[in-house]
């Protein structure tokens, strides 16, 4: 089974417990503490869409709302600087959120300095590192990329994407737009490029014609140049000879 399909299955399984909750804000806790903690969840807007956690808004569980919307749009920096008004993680939040904070890395840029890396994921050293990086991150199956020791760097070949942010479908729509003109534009060009090169290849070919028909010319006129100056040849030596070849009319 596939990362994605394993996805659908989870946020079904989650949607379907947090929609049959009501008047519970203690079982809507229960069921975001378990969502942001399972070791194979990485989206969590539509657990968010559900009506039933709205339950949780003004009330003191409140923060636990938030805490799903780090954990769909956040990362552990950010968690970080608002964990005095989040719930405190568990160890399996910990390494949920580190994880979906390298994916956020890894879709920003391709390369990633391990330097970087340590700082954002809170990593004290490398062997702790691409520890994290093979046994919960490549192996896990949401990034794939190479490690290179001496350069000290990880470069990303795959990485799963997250919850899309607010406003960020607008944004990839206007690149999409953007995309869609260039090679609109592209398409124009190359488009011209080819008529270009077939009315070159039509006037090549013109061209040739031409020179094999007045080479066929020239050689014509030479052939009957030669002949003419044989048979003048010819009757010249036979007036002297008093033969008559009669090769002129």
């Not at 989870?10 to 929609?19: G, L, P, R, Y």
Request: proline share 2%; charged share 20%; hydrophobic share 40%.
């Amino acid at each position: 089974m596939d990362i994605e399909q394993m996805q659908a299955e989870h946020i079904q399984h989650f949607v379907k417990q947090a929609s049959t909750i009501n008047g519970s804000t203690s079982s809507l806790v229960n069921i975001i503490v378990q969502a942001t903690s399972h070791p194979s969840l990485f989206a969590f807007t539509e657990i968010l869409s559900v009506p039933n956690l709205l339950e949780l808004q003004g009330t003191e569980d409140s923060k636990y709302l938030d805490l799903l919307q780090m954990f769909a749009h956040g990362t552990w920096s950010q968690y970080n600087c608002n964990a005095s008004k989040l719930p405190q993680l568990i160890p399996e939040q910990v390494l949920k959120l580190k994880q979906l904070t390298m994916l956020t890395l890894a879709e920003a840029n391709k390369v990633l300095p391990y330097d970087v890396l340590m700082h954002e994921l809170d990593v004290v050293n490398v062997r702790e590192l691409e520890d994290f990086l093979i046994n919960e991150c490549m192996y896990v199956g949401i990034v794939r990329g190479k490690l290179d020791q001496q350069r000290r760097f990880f470069e990303v070949q795959f990485a799963a994407g997250r919850d899309l942010r607010p406003g960020q479908l607008g944004d990839m729509m206007h690149t999409l737009s953007d995309w869609l003109g260039t090679s609109d534009g592209l398409l124009i060009t190359i488009q011209e490029k080819i008529k270009w090169a077939d009315s070159m290849s039509e006037l090549d070919k013109k061209h040739k014609k031409e020179n094999v028909e007045m080479l066929e010319e020239a050689k014509n006129a030479l052939s009957l140049k030669m002949l003419f100056t044989m048979s003048r040849r010819l009757t010249l030596t036979s007036e002297g000879t008093g033969v008559s070849l009669n090769l002129v009319e």
